[in-house]
């Protein structure tokens, strides 16, 4: 069986397998460096080697300049120097290191990052605010027992809070707030009124922050944990309050929100030369500790929370247990969020898994030629296993309300920009392909349009070549000659009639041919 899709007018170094490998992670932050080296072992995991923390208060002046002060810029790269000379000398193999939210949001954060890695050798890297929270929370989930319940992770940092929720394991929130505990005491704590009102003018910037951002509904009562200097300085400051020893592991403390309202209140009381004496509290903290705890008091009066507790490990070690997860032959499949998302809205898993692998066949053959770039085969493979999420709400329009429910789905884990382009892909597997009179492709960036329209026109095909769920193409071959493609496609058992196939995808090859300017022609192999 034949069949022809007319072309339309064009438009506008490692350790072996096995070997134990130090590794480390370094967090560039708005208050704090912080450097983590650790030995890992595919049988037994992370075992910590060596930390190292400095506060070279990278965001000092930040908020009123836009840009990060000299001082502190000499401040952190002596910091770091340290960090990379620990590493020389515990014998680290792998470095990985990231900024947030101070050098991602300063004028001057790319020179900082360019002379990190010029100077000094390390391999510093800026990542998004959902990144930064996803890393906290995979330091979080693999500490706590998450499964079975609902979740919020903060990580109060000195630029910026990052919130992030789960239910049952499955992320479908992240935030990222100016909520920072360095950025809010330079800004409101500025001691030209009064502690207690400063410190009231303070909250009621935070609580409309937060009412806008977090449904107090959705997360009321969940558990919430800590992540971060600003929650293990609570937990050591409430032990010591209890009469233990403020020394003592914070990890897993629950601090209740009665004891979080009275350390504020009696902390504000105090003078700054006061605070640095309190036990439980690290001097260099005493000055932004009320910002710190105030966002907490707020974030726990919002979800209506009694309690939060602490977590003692964070984004330094989420980034070691990505760095091991890559070596490791255990780690989880990196489409399990697609998957279970896919399964969740009652998804045929036979025929999204068999359009995932006819598509990347596809594209692993043209995809040179339409110009894709290596990082859009993650997001055709995520559109091939969600395209049909939609069937969910109902058949007709399945593939409109697919849109709607990806473009909201954060717990699929892909950031905010690629999550909108797998959710376009797959709003257009069926029907009509890209259009400029569409609003929400129109809105995207020229460059995110053309993906959408390769990776909608690779997608159209596979989905049209199993028209019938019934798994019956085996494989494809490609021929691309001047004037046209050939598409053959082999059955999965001999003899079997693929003419339902054939149709099915020179109906929706549409899109291929225009971006290729050549006829499609789609056969059963002989």
């Known amino acids: 069986m034949t069949a022809r899709a007319s072309r339309t007018a064009p438009s506008n170094s490692a350790s072996p397998q096995g070997a134990r490998e130090r590794i480390a992670a370094i967090d560039v932050g708005s208050n704090s460096v912080r450097l983590l080296v650790a030995e890992y072992d595919p049988a037994s995991g992370l075992s910590v080697i060596d930390e190292l923390k400095d506060q070279p208060r990278l965001a000092a002046g930040l908020a009123a300049t836009g840009s990060l002060g000299e001082e502190a810029i000499a401040r952190a790269m002596q910091a770091l120097a340290r960090m990379r000379e620990v590493c020389e000398r515990r014998g680290v193999r792998r470095i990985a290191a990231v900024a947030t939210a101070a050098v991602r949001e300063a004028d001057n954060g790319k020179l900082f990052v360019r002379r990190v ?10 990542i998004d605010a959902e990144t930064e929270a996803a890393l906290s929370y995979r330091s979080v989930a693999h500490h706590f027992r998450l499964a079975g319940e609902r979740a919020l992770v903060a990580d109060i940092g000195g630029g910026s809070l990052e919130l992030i929720g789960a239910v049952d394991g499955l992320v479908e929130l992240t935030q990222s707030l100016p909520l920072g505990a360095v950025r809010l005491t330079e ?64 990890h897993g403390v629950s601090v209740t929100a009665a004891e979080v309202e009275q350390l504020l209140d009696w902390l504000a009381s105090r003078s700054p030369d006061e605070r640095r004496q309190v036990p439980g509290l690290s001097p260099e903290r005493a000055d932004i500790i009320l910002a710190g705890l105030a966002v907490t008091a707020e974030l726990l009066d919002r979800l209506r929370g009694r309690s939060i507790t602490v977590s003692a490990f964070g984004l330094r070690e989420g980034l070691l247990l990505e760095m091991a997860g890559a070596r490791d032959a255990s780690a989880p499949d990196p489409l399990r969020l697609f998957r279970e998302f896919a399964e969740r809205c009652q998804s045929d898993r036979k025929h999204v898994e068999q359009v995932r692998t006819l598509a990347l066949q596809l594209f692993d053959q043209l995809g040179e030629k339409l110009g894709c770039g290596p ?8 559109a091939g296993l969600l395209h049909d999420v939609g069937q969910l709400v109902s058949y007709r329009k399945h593939h409109k309300h697919s849109f709607e429910l990806l473009t909201h789905a954060e717990r699929i884990g892909l950031p905010a920009r690629e999550r909108a382009i797998v959710a376009l892909v797959s709003r257009y597997h069926r029907k009509t392909g890209p259009r400029s009179i569409h609003p929400e492709f129109a809105a995207l960036p020229l460059e995110d349009q053309a ?21 019956a193409v085996e494989s494809l071959a490609t021929e691309l000659t001047k004037h046209q493609l050939t598409i053959r496609i082999v059955p999965r058992l001999a003899r079997a009639d693929l003419a339902l196939e054939c149709w099915g995808a020179t109906r929706k090859a549409d899109v291929l041919a225009k971006l290729l300017k050549r006829d499609v022609v789609i056969s059963a192999a002989e």
């Not at 959705?218 to 209890?242: C, H, K, N, P």
């Not at 990082?375 to 995520?382: D, G, I, K, P």
């Open 375 to 382: 990082e859009e085969r993650l997001l055709l493979e995520a």
């Open 451 to 471: 993906i959408v329209r390769r990776l909608s026109g690779l997608l159209r095909v596979a989905d049209g070549l199993d028209r019938g769920h019934t798994a």
């Open 117 to 126: 890695r010029k100077e000094l050798d390390i391999p510093l890297r800026i």
């Open 187 to 250: 800004l409101y704590l500025t001691g030209e009124r009064s502690a207690r009102k400063e410190l009231a003018g303070l909250r009621e910037h935070v609580a409309r922050q937060l009412k806008r951002r977090i449904s107090s509904r959705e997360w009321a009562a969940a558990t919430v944990i800590g992540s971060g200097g600003t929650f293990t300085s609570l937990g050591r400051m409430a032990q010591a309050r209890r009469g233990l020893s403020a020394g003592d592991s914070v």
